[in-house]
């Protein structure tokens, strides 16, 4: 019997939710798998831990996270009101979020921009765009460039204010997420493109010099390089033409967005963000306070942020692929969640509907 310790970050509006029903697939998989056991522990994180504690990371929340074997954290922030009830550096994406992608050096985030048949009516893009489906893996830097760099703000010489950040990265740094690009396309279809902007900035010249030294590690893996802009427009004209994706923080931060969009919504896109002792999963949408309590938003991106924690955290890659199976499944019948659809287009169910549903069919799936 092996046991796991996962650490709860539910969080703020929709995310406590979202978060019951991941823990309901959870106890699912336990059940299914009787040489495992998950010990869950929920502890406050985000605006919620701010309120309560005087932290949006408190220390009780570390402590927990630090002897967990891997994270699962819902949403986190507050309305764009809300927000400033907190002082600037306890709001929750300066005083939680970043601060536990540094805490655990969570270099690597993975977003699949997935967009199977059964779900492609979802996407906004035409049948013909679509195809047979989308499947990219979207590889994003996760701890360094601008957002993690100096800041300063001030007044100048000529009594102006400004602002300087800094966007920062060394080869190690580039390397190690370069790598994990190339180690992705190795596993999938063995094309990797490198989204850089290195006709402008010199951290894409570095960055593409470090992707050049380390595909001679990778000799079957074709690069294509391609610069950040232009992704953009070929990701809604040809998204198919895309495998691999592998950029900087910043460029992932905005690329995936837009991948969500591509998707129909971010609700449809679970996340993964790995380092090198510990992973933590995450949904990629926010926390989306005008829904929170209604028992609308669809739970898929917080599922699947489970199959992500299954598969690359406890090696349970087929378990992990039942639960994408059962995902879909449920979309499949025709069922889906206000926040994505409108009656007619489906039948509406809420949240936790939709959760014991996706429970319905794993239960039926073979171990
Ligand atoms: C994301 C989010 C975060 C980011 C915010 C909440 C700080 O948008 O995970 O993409 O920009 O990284
Ligand atoms: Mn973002």
Request: charged share 20%.
């Given at each position: 019997m092996t046991t796991y310790n996962i650490a709860l970050l539910a969080g703020d509006g929709i995310g406590p939710e979202v978060m019951a029903e991941a823990v309901k697939v959870l106890k699912l998989v336990e059940k299914r798998n009787a040489d495992v056991n998950f010990e869950l522990n929920d502890v406050l994180f985000g605006a919620v831990a701010y309120f309560a504690t005087?932290?949006?990371?408190?220390d009780e929340t570390k402590a927990a996270c630090d002897k967990a074997d891997a994270i699962l954290k819902g949403t986190i922030g507050l309305s764009h009101e809300d927000s400033?009830?907190?002082p600037v550096d306890e709001q929750p994406e300066r005083g939680a979020l970043l601060p536990l992608r540094r805490r655990y050096n969570t270099y690597a985030n993975f977003r699949p921009v997935y967009l199977p048949k059964s779900i492609?009516?979802?996407?906004?893009?035409k049948a013909s765009v679509v195809g047979e489906g989308i499947d990219i893996m979207l590889i994003r830097e996760l701890v360094g460039g601008l957002y993690f760099g100096k800041k300063e703000t001030g007044i100048n010489s000529e009594g102006k204010r400004y602002v300087h950040e800094t966007l920062e990265y060394d080869e190690d740094q580039i390397r190690q997420i370069v790598r994990v690009g190339f180690e992705v396309s190795m596993k999938r279809k063995k094309v990797m493109h490198n989204i850089h902007k290195s006709n402008v900035l010199k951290s894409s010249v570095l960055w593409n010099e470090i992707v050049e030294e380390e595909k001679k590690n990778f000799p079957e893996v074709e690069v294509i390089n391609i610069l950040v802009d232009a992704a953009a427009t070929y990701l809604c004209l040809?998204?198919?033409?895309?495998?691999v994706m592998v950029m900087e923080n910043m460029f992932g931060d905005i690329l995936s967005d837009q991948a969500g969009g591509i998707l129909g919504s971010l609700g449809l896109m679970p996340s993964a963000c790995k380092g090198p002792e510990k992973s933590y999963y995450e949904p990629s949408?926010?926390?989306a306070p005008d829904i929170a309590?209604?028992?609308?938003?669809?739970?898929y991106s917080m599922i699947g942020s489970v199959a992500l924690m299954l598969e690359m955290s406890f090696g349970m890659e087929k378990e992990a692929k039942n639960l994408w199976a059962a995902m879909q499944g449920v979309f499949e019948d025709g069922y889906s969640t206000s926040d994505l659809s409108k009656e007619g287009d489906a039948n509406l169910v809420s949240t936790a509907e939709f959760g014991d549903m996706v429970c319905e069919k794993l239960a039926k799936m073979p171990v």
């Open positions: 005087g932290k949006a990371f408190p400033k009830k907190i492609a009516h979802f996407s906004p893009l040809k998204p198919t033409m895309f495998d949408h926010g926390s309590g209604k028992g609308i938003a669809n739970p």
